[in-house]
């Protein structure tokens, strides 16, 4: 079964959530255990920060884990219509 990283590398739009969370050290996490439900920011939502927000958290790693933490789950999410 394709991890999170796995499902977001082969997803066109995430490439920048990708990076981010390797450069946060979070991949092995996201590889094991769970289930986890992202609520992953697509590469547009990343485009929308200020300029230079994603290069000053990138070279923040633990600030970096901190702010991806807070869209991650544990278990899995099913919307109710």
Do not use: C
Request: charged content about 15%; aromatic content about 8%.
């Amino acid at each position: 079964m394709d991890s999170i990283v796995d499902i977001a590398v082969k997803t066109e739009g995430f490439s920048t959530l990708v990076a981010a969370v390797q450069a946060a050290g979070l991949v092995e996490a996201l590889a094991t255990g769970g289930p986890f439900t992202v609520f992953a920011p697509t590469d547009d939502a990343f485009a929308k920060l200020p300029p230079g927000t994603v290069q000053t958290l990138v070279d923040n790693p633990p600030q970096l884990a901190r702010i991806l933490k807070y869209h991650v789950v544990s278990g899995t999410w099913k919307r109710q219509i």
